[in-house]
C-alpha cells in the first residue's frame, strides 16, 4: 500500500543540516521504537516533505533535500522582540540560549531563542530554531495504512496501528 492522503505514516529518518561548506550537521533521528507517526495529507507536515514521500509504501528507503525556503522559511534578521522582565517573575529569568514556548495573540504555538537579559526586558529571536538550515532528511517507511474515521475526525494519527489513546 502507498501513501496517499488521508493514510496514517510511519517512519523513521534522520535529519542533518547541510552547512554552506557542504557539511551534514546531525540535528535528529527517531529512535527504532517510536516512529514518526501523522497523518499525511492534512498539512501536519511539511508540504516539500510529503510531497518527497507521496506514493513510497512501507519498507522504501529515499534520502532528499529541502532548502530553506522548502522546509522552515529563511531566517529573519528583524523576527526578533522583547518580553517584559514582570512576564518571569514566577519563573525566573531565562539564561541566553534558552528556548521559550510562546503564544501569540491568535493561540498559535511558537518558539523563541533567549538572546539577551537584562533587568528590564528579555529579548528573543522568533525565527523557528531551523529557519534558513538546507535539510537533509533519510527515510524509512514503516508503514503506510488508511487513517480510521475517528482518526480523521480527530484530524491526526492514533499511533502505528490506530490504537494509542490521547
Known amino acids: 500500500m502507498t501513501i496517499e492522503k488521508n493514510h496514517v505514516v510511519a517512519l523513521h529518518y534522520t535529519l542533518n543540516a547541510i552547512e554552506e561548506n557542504g557539511e551534514h550537521t546531525f540535528i535528529e533521528r527517531t529512535e527504532e521504537e517510536n516512529p514518526l507517526t501523522f497523518l499525511y495529507g492534512v498539512g501536519m507536515m511539511l508540504p516539500r516533505f510529503e510531497t518527497e514521500i507521496q506514493g513510497m509504501a512501507a519498507g522504501d ?97 492514533h499511533g502505528v496501528d490506530g490504537t494509542a489513546g490521547h
Do not use: C, W
Request: proline fraction near 7%; aromatic fraction near 4%; charge should be negative.
Open 61 to 157: 528507503k529515499k534520502s532528499f533535500t529541502l532548502s530553506a525556503a522548502e522546509g522552515y522559511g529563511e531566517k529573519r534578521e528583524d523576527a526578533t522582540t522583547q518580553l517584559p522582565a514582570e512576564m518571569f517573575e514566577e519563573s525566573g529569568m531565562p539564561p541566553v540560549g534558552a528556548i521559550l514556548p510562546l503564544q501569540d495573540q491568535d493561540g498559535n504555538q511558537l518558539t523563541a531563542v533567549v538572546m539577551d537579559v537584562n533587568p528590564e526586558a528579555v529579548t528573543v529571536d522568533l525565527n523557528h530554531p531551523m529557519a534558513g538550515k538546507t535539510l537533509n532528511f533519510d527515510v524509512e517507511i514503516v508503514v503506510t495504512r488508511p487513517a480510521t474515521e475517528e482518526e480523521l475526525s480527530h484530524g491526526h494519527a
